[in-house]
């Protein structure tokens, strides 16, 4: 049973005369509980695709389907209460607020939510757990490193406990080591705790990690995979070589 769908999920952009489509027909359907890597060219939509799912944007044409709640039909605070109870997203760059401390950056949006202070602090603490920074709750972003302050934020993301986390392009700005603790500790959330996981990456030992890797090109998907084995990672390099060379 999917737990998010799109139909017909078109956004243009441009003009009449020359429109520019984003995402042209887009069908892609999630299942609950699974981890899905998005991949692609440059400029074929993924981040598109991301922010119509979660709600941040609204489509020319097309649904997005969050179980039987078609969110695209919404109203604005209608919208916004799904992403805040529904959706967590994670970013390429973390956003954290470098005043203050990690724990206190993860309990933010469920204190600006109405959760009372000593709460959410005690829940973002429990969700710093989960990605394995219990010890560095009182450590501001600036005393963290790179896969540290993307593992706060992904904390950040998990504390409102949403059915699906959304992340464009998570490990992009790290390095190898602190892109694999990440990628690690996100598989963990699919696998310990049932999340849904919709992930946009460049990075084939990223997407390795994924149930179902999903190619999209010129807004629509070209390929589909489960790609198995140990050499992974290279299936995934050379197919989305092929993707990138085929005609669109
Ligand atoms: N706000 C915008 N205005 C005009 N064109 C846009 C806008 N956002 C995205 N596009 C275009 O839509 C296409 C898909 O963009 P995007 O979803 O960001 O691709 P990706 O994340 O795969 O790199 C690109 O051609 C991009 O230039
Ligand atoms: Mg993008």
Redesign the pocket.
């Given at each position: 049973m999917f737990i998010l769908k799109t139909e017909s999920l078109t956004?243009k952009?441009?003009s009449e005369s020359q429109p520019?489509?984003?995402?042209r027909d887009l069908n892609m359907s999630v299942e609950a509980g699974e981890f899905v890597a998005i991949m692609?060219?440059?400029?074929?939509?993924?981040?598109?695709?991301?922010?119509l799912m979660g709600g941040l944007d609204r489509p020319t044409s097309g649904h997005v389907w969050l179980r039987d709640k078609d969110i695209t039909t919404m109203n604005d605070d209608a919208l916004s209460k799904v992403r805040r109870e529904s959706i967590g997203f994670v970013f390429q760059f973390f956003n954290l607020i470098p005043v203050l401390t990690a724990v206190e950056n993860v309990a933010m949006p469920l204190i600006l939510d109405g959760v009372p202070r000593p709460q959410a602090l005690e829940r973002a603490e429990a969700a710093l757990k989960q990605v394995d920074l219990a010890n560095r709750a009182s450590h501001r972003p600036s005393e963290l490193s790179g896969g540290q302050q993307q593992r706060a934020a992904i904390a950040r993301a998990l504390a409102a406990k949403p059915a699906i986390i959304l992340a464009?392009?998570p490990t992009g700005n790290l390095d190898s080591r602190s892109s694999d603790e990440v990628v690690a500790v996100l598989r963990r959330t699919v696998d310990d705790f049932g999340q849904t996981l919709v992930l946009?990456t460049h990075d084939p030992r990223v997407a390795a990690h994924a149930d179902r890797i999903v190619f999209?090109k010129d807004?629509n998907i070209v390929d589909e995979n489960r790609l198995k084995g140990a050499d992974r990672a290279e299936q995934i390099r050379e197919k989305l070589g092929r993707v990138a060379m085929s005609e669109g």
């Open positions: 956004k952009y441009g520019i489509y984003a995402l692609g060219p440059s400029g074929s939509g993924k981040s598109t695709a991301l922010y464009d392009e946009v999209i807004g």
